[in-house]
């Protein structure tokens, strides 16, 4: 069992710049790939990015790629995602989530565990 904890959005000018964190508990954090979903007003949720279990290898949309570099940190427990050069089209609940399985996936279906989401406002 995984707990997830998002934290660090808000409300940013077009251009601006945020970092969200997600906070795993349990012992067990580095034996999960890890993985970044959005979900905007009116439309399903998204991938955004993704990250293995060691920080190697990374993905991420092509709606992002660029602007968006998700890291994490597995002393710590916690997955990051910095974003710059935020567009209004970026608003939306910002997920993290948790996925057991070797492989990197985008399919949400494959990721166990959730947070409850951070809200990000991009105003123009």
């Known amino acids: 069992q995984v707990q997830l904890e998002e934290s660090g959005g808000g409300l940013v000018q077009a251009g601006g710049s945020l970092r969200l964190s997600c906070v795993a508990s349990g012992r067990t954090f580095s034996r999960y790939n890890m993985g970044w979903f959005r979900q905007a007003p009116g439309k399903e949720r998204e991938f955004v990015a993704a990250i293995t279990r060691s920080g190697s290898i990374t993905y991420y949309a092509d709606s992002v790629k660029g602007r968006f570099t998700i890291s994490r940190n597995n002393d710590k427990n916690t997955v990051y995602l910095q974003m710059i050069s935020l567009k209004p089209e970026d608003t939306a609940v910002y997920y993290c989530?948790?996925?057991?399985?070797?492989?990197?996936?985008?399919?949400?279906?494959?990721?166990?565990?959730w947070g409850q989401g951070t809200q990000v406002t991009v105003s123009s």
């Open positions: 989530a948790a996925d057991p399985s070797v492989i990197l996936t985008t399919m949400e279906g494959r990721y166990d565990y």
